[in-house]
């Protein structure tokens, strides 16, 4: 089963940004569509954006639109997020997943998660 690898968390500023990695391997992500999700302590984990699997048709949760940016490269088996005037209430763990429908909402349609990395947005 294909296996993901988030980096590219970190510290960052209110209004700075950050561009998230998710790197598969043991299978091709072209075969599915894939979601980047956040939790937060004391919070549900919940999607923030998705991509189809061609890359044309995108999701977002209204708390990320016109800040947020997902992106993926099949070429390389790799999602991308592009993190934009970020805020506090950004913080988190990033996580991403791929799944065979495109139901950003409904959680046990989604696989492979991996470790996730931390986004720290300091006030």
């Known amino acids: 089963q294909v296996q993901m690898v988030e980096s590219g968390g970190g510290l960052v500023q209110a209004g700075g940004s950050l561009r998230l990695s998710c790197a598969a391997s043991?299978?091709?992500?072209?075969?599915?569509?894939m979601g980047w999700f956040r939790q937060a302590p004391g919070k549900e984990r919940e999607a923030v954006a998705v991509i189809n699997r061609v890359g044309d048709f995108t999701y977002y949760a209204d708390s990320v639109k016109g800040r947020f940016t997902v992106s993926r490269d099949n070429a390389k088996n790799t999602v991308y997020l592009q993190m934009n005037s970020l805020k506090a209430e950004d913080t988190a763990v990033y996580l991403c997943?791929?799944?065979?429908?495109?139901?950003?909402?409904?959680?046990?349609?989604?696989?492979?998660w991996g470790q996730g990395t931390q986004v720290t947005v300091s006030s």
């Open positions: 997943a791929a799944s065979s429908v495109f139901l950003p909402d409904l959680d046990q349609t989604w696989h492979s």
């Open positions: 043991g299978g091709t992500i072209s075969n599915y569509h």
